[in-house]
């Protein structure tokens, strides 16, 4: 994997250092909006996160799913009558972060 760091920037903030493939460091400068910045990356770090556990975890028609999917109707008989496969599967995989 490559580096990560925080790297302290003159507006309060921080930049996100990162290391390319012939070991130069690049850096993201985020200036003043270091906060938003950061926040934006979390989202899109959740959803690449969630697209990853979708593509290559256990599916939504594997037996580990399905017997998951009996264990929490079971735990939770309330939340799981108003959820769809889908929605449940949401819950499932991110048990995989």
Same mark, same amino acid.
């Given at each position: ?14 930049? +996100? ?13 985020? /200036?003043?909006? %270091?906060? #938003? =910045? ?5 989202? +899109? ?13 256990? /599916?939504?028609? %594997?037996? #580990? =799913? ?32």
């Amino acid at each position: 994997m490559k580096k990560l760091e925080l790297i302290p920037n003159s507006a309060g903030g921080f930049d +996100l250092g990162v290391e390319r493939d012939a070991g130069n460091p690049v850096r993201i400068l985020t /200036g003043k909006r %270091s906060l #938003e =910045f950061f926040k934006e990356l979390r989202k +899109l770090c959740t959803q690449a996160i969630d697209k990853i556990n979708q593509e290559n975890g256990p /599916g939504i028609d %594997s037996d #580990e =799913f399905r017997e998951w999917k009996e264990r929490y109707g079971e735990m939770y008989p309330a939340s799981f009558s108003t959820l769809n496969d889908e929605e449940l599967y949401k819950i499932f995989y991110t048990k995989y972060e």
